[in-house]
């Protein structure tokens, strides 16, 4: 080989080298500003702007699904997403608001009022603060913004397991009468907690149906065409199901009419919702568990 074709032949090398250290380099840069939603979009999950999930009371799956005392809901399963395995973990209810906000029940194991910050594992809220994106909670009957009141009339605060962690501002906990009108401007992801009554813990179902036509109707409707989701699940059953609970999805991208038989429990829900906000870490159970799947449009 001549001096020449050597130099040439170094050449195209060098050049092919530094094309392909090139192409690594803006790899690396794209994964880095969006392998979280990247790896959401594998997984065949979409990319919602705004995700509302309410959190419902003590019912199992046969009293809502199909009963005619809750039209809504049932107009909801028929235009959205039916998880007809959906299970809740343990009872009595305060555990299943931590395992499904936290991935874990943190120890918690009654009713009882939680010390304000006494915790400080992950959580939902706390992952979606730290990835820089907006968290709420809406709280029917909470006194004031930020309240950690144990009870008030129909309030609880054993179904705001926000209070129990020091990594979520108090302040993010607002009234229901704070819910907005312009729903463009709700966090990434916000939780909504009826009160004791409108939650049909002390209340029927048809009261609980009513209340989230009356409140939550107007959002879900908006977010069918402005890339949102509104979930609606339960607690805990009646104690005579088995926990088998009503787990609902609506929205743009959930493919309307669609069931899905695999069986998924709390863990699963808050999997999905981190996995929805494109976040690259998972609290809890959460962390071995899988996406909600075959739902999706």
């Given amino acids: 080989m001549t001096a020449a074709k050597a130099r040439k032949r170094n050449r195209r090398t060098l050049t092919a080298l530094a094309g392909a250290v090139a192409v690594a380099a803006t790899s690396a840069a794209l994964w880095a500003t969006t392998g979280s939603t990247a790896s959401a979009q594998a997984a065949g999950l979409p990319s919602p702007d705004h995700v509302v999930v309410v959190v419902m009371e003590n019912r199992a799956y046969g009293q809502v699904i199909?009963?005619?005392?809750?039209?809504y809901l049932n107009s909801l399963k028929a235009g959205g997403?039916?998880?007809?395995?959906?299970?809740?973990?343990?009872?009595?209810?305060?555990?299943?608001?931590y395992m499904l906000?936290?991935?874990?029940?943190?120890?918690?194991?009654?009713?009882?009022?939680?010390?304000?910050g006494s915790m400080s594992a992950p959580n939902l809220a706390s992952e979606l603060i730290a990835a820089g994106k907006s968290w709420a909670s809406y709280n029917e009957s909470?006194?004031?913004?930020?309240?950690?009141?144990?009870?008030?009339?129909?309030?609880?605060?054993?179904?705001?397991p926000w209070f129990g962690f020091s990594n979520v501002p108090t302040d993010t906990a607002m009234t229901m009468d704070q819910f907005p009108s312009?729903?463009?401007?709700l966090p990434k992801v916000s939780f909504v907690i009826p009160n004791l009554c409108d939650d049909m813990h002390d209340c029927s179902v048809s009261t609980g149906d009513s209340w989230l036509?009356?409140?939550?109707?107007?959002?879900?409707?908006w977010a069918r065409s402005h890339n949102s989701i509104l979930a609606i699940t339960f607690d805990e059953d009646n104690?005579?199901?088995?926990?088998?609970?009503?787990?609902?999805?609506y929205g743009q991208h959930v493919a309307p009419g669609s069931t899905s038989g695999t069986k998924y429990n709390h863990y699963n829900v808050l999997r999905t919702l981190e996995d929805l906000s494109g976040l690259s870490s998972h609290a809890g159970n959460a962390a071995s568990a899988s996406d909600i799947s075959g739902i999706w449009n």
């Fill in 66 to 71: 199909g009963n005619s005392g809750a039209p």
């Fill in 81 to 97: 997403a039916d998880l007809t395995q959906s299970y809740a973990l343990t009872h009595p209810s305060e555990p299943n608001y």
């Fill in 101 to 116: 906000f936290s991935g874990s029940n943190q120890g918690r194991t009654d009713d009882s009022c939680v010390d304000v």
């Fill in 142 to 160: 909470l006194p004031s913004q930020g309240s950690t009141t144990c009870s008030s009339g129909d309030y609880a605060q054993k179904h705001n």
């Fill in 182 to 185: 312009d729903y463009s401007t």
């Fill in 213 to 221: 036509k009356d409140n939550l109707s107007a959002y879900a409707d």
């Fill in 239 to 249: 104690r005579l199901s088995g926990n088998r609970i009503p787990t609902l999805l």
